[in-house]
């Protein structure tokens, strides 16, 4: 069974796509641009969002917009091939540097709960127990099979502490819990955050229970649209 994929992978496997299908294009020199902006707009177009790729996207159009009417088509292929690469080496750089500081917000003797596979979430929890050597519990909030199987290999394979409990039955683990843990798929400009079903129960709960809740996302996720 397939693992779930987070929008910040899908935005790495795009890119890298986008990357590897501008170097096998075989087209005129008049075309190559246009269609560099008909795969992009694709892309763009797709459902679900994914945000940080869209920004990415757009910048790269943005900067192939000034390509000047004597440079070839080599060259052109060339210069696509680098600005990706470029926009994949920095936001490689942006989520590690947001996994490196979300670990320091794990402490000794933390039970932190989990609700979703998020990627940036798990880095940070293997962060946090590998390279800073944090001794803590994390608390995994069952969901579907195959999201809550992904964060417990996770945990498995890191060695660390965890019980997997029913999303439905938190309330009776809240007076241990002393962080909740979530990453989100975007944030909109009104400042919602769209995150997997049920996170917002979950932080609802917490609040109750006052238990904090850390988000953890890069700036690459704030979206232009309200929905």
Do not use: W
């Amino acid at each position: 069974m397939a693992d779930v994929m987070g929008t910040s992978r899908m935005t790495e496997i795009a890119l890298e796509s986008f990357i590897r299908a501008v170097q096998s294009l075989r087209c005129t020199r008049d075309a190559i641009l246009p269609l560099f902006n008909e795969l992009s707009e694709c892309i763009k177009k797709s459902r679900p969002r994914v945000v940080p790729l869209i920004h990415l996207l757009e910048e790269f159009e943005d900067e192939m917009r000034f390509t000047r009417g004597d440079v070839d088509l080599e060259a052109i292929r060339a210069d696509a091939v680098t600005t990706l690469q470029e926009k994949l080496d920095a936001f490689h750089e942006r989520v590690q540097r947001l996994i490196e500081r979300g670990a320091h917000y794990v402490q000794d003797g933390d039970v932190i709960l989990v609700h979703s596979a998020s990627g940036v979430v798990i880095k940070i929890l293997l962060n946090a127990k590998e390279k800073l050597q944090r001794t803590f519990k994390v608390i995994v909030l069952k969901q579907d099979f195959t999201k809550t199987r992904q964060l417990i290999q996770a945990l498995l394979q890191a060695g660390i502490a965890h019980e997997v409990v029913p999303e439905y039955d938190l309330i009776h683990h809240l007076p241990q819990a002393t962080k909740l843990f979530i990453g989100a798929v975007a944030v909109t400009p009104d400042r919602n955050v769209v995150a997997s079903a049920g996170t917002a129960g979950i932080v609802s709960q917490c609040h109750i229970g006052k238990v904090p809740v850390y988000l953890f996302v890069n700036s690459l996720k704030f979206s232009h649209q309200s929905s």
